[in-house]
């Protein structure tokens, strides 16, 4: 199974981001999604495709459906600079990792 | 406050083993699968290795299979991956990683600062 993510998305502060993961048949898979900061641990944001994490403003969201899983952040932040990406935990115990993807405050 | 501490990395020869532990605190140990996530520069992430919280299941990623070894010590709350038969492609930052649950099929809940491994002859 493999899944698929743009490499990087520019927003204005203010307006929304939406980042997406595509898989075949990604809605009825176990998707998670985590910001990477430069320099920092990644951090937990969503799990589950829609469950926000302890701490986690509701500015992100996550929704999924089809072939796509999206995670949605509203009023973005200078703050926001990241790199997202998505993870697809198969029952088989295995962990499959999106490329990231790389988002811009203008 | 939840804290993972890699250690052990460094430099290392192809073929020569090398052990990376994790120290981890601020959380019941014994209640969470841990594992290990790598990424090679200019790549993205991959999965290593995880261990159920009981040690009962251990799973690899396929690049590692058979050379790596993933375990762990409740009692000291630490978990160490022994890595065997290096190759140059093993270089990369290794991450400590808690999971959300018993079963390594859980998400990441937690990850340690990463510690970085180089394989160079």
């Known amino acids: 199974y493999e899944v698929t993510q743009s490499p990087s998305v520019s927003v204005a502060p203010g307006q929304t981001a939406t980042i997406t993961c595509g898989g075949p048949n990604i809605v009825r898979r176990n998707v998670h999604w985590y910001q990477w900061r430069p320099g920092q641990a990644p951090v937990l944001l969503i799990f589950y495709s829609r469950d926000r994490a302890s701490g986690i403003p509701d500015r992100f969201s996550g929704s999924s459906s089809g072939d796509t899983a999206t995670l949605t952040i509203t009023r973005v932040e200078a703050g926001d600079e990241a790199d997202y990406f998505c993870v697809v935990s198969d029952p088989l115990k295995e962990h499959i990792f999106g490329s990231g993807t790389e988002l811009t405050v203008l | 406050e939840v804290q993972l501490v890699e250690s052990g990395g460094g430099l290392a020869q192809p073929g020569r083993p090398l052990k990376l532990s994790c120290e981890a605190s601020?959380?019941?140990?014994?209640?969470?699968?841990m594992h290990w996530v790598r990424q090679v520069a200019g790549k993205g992430l991959e999965w290593v290795a995880g261990?159920?919280?009981?040690?009962?299941?251990?799973g690899y990623g396929d690049s590692v299979q058979g050379r790596f070894t993933v375990s762990r010590d409740n009692s000291k709350k630490s978990v160490v991956l022994e890595m065997n038969d290096l190759r140059p492609e093993d270089t990369a930052l290794y991450f400590c990683?808690?999971?959300?649950?018993?079963?390594?099929?859980?998400?990441?809940?937690?990850w340690g600062q990463g510690i970085k491994v180089t394989v160079t002859p």
């Open positions: 601020g959380f019941k140990f014994d209640d969470y699968a």
């Open positions: 261990i159920k919280w009981n040690s009962e299941t251990e």
């Open positions: 990683v808690q999971g959300s649950g018993y079963a390594i099929g859980s998400y990441f809940k937690f």
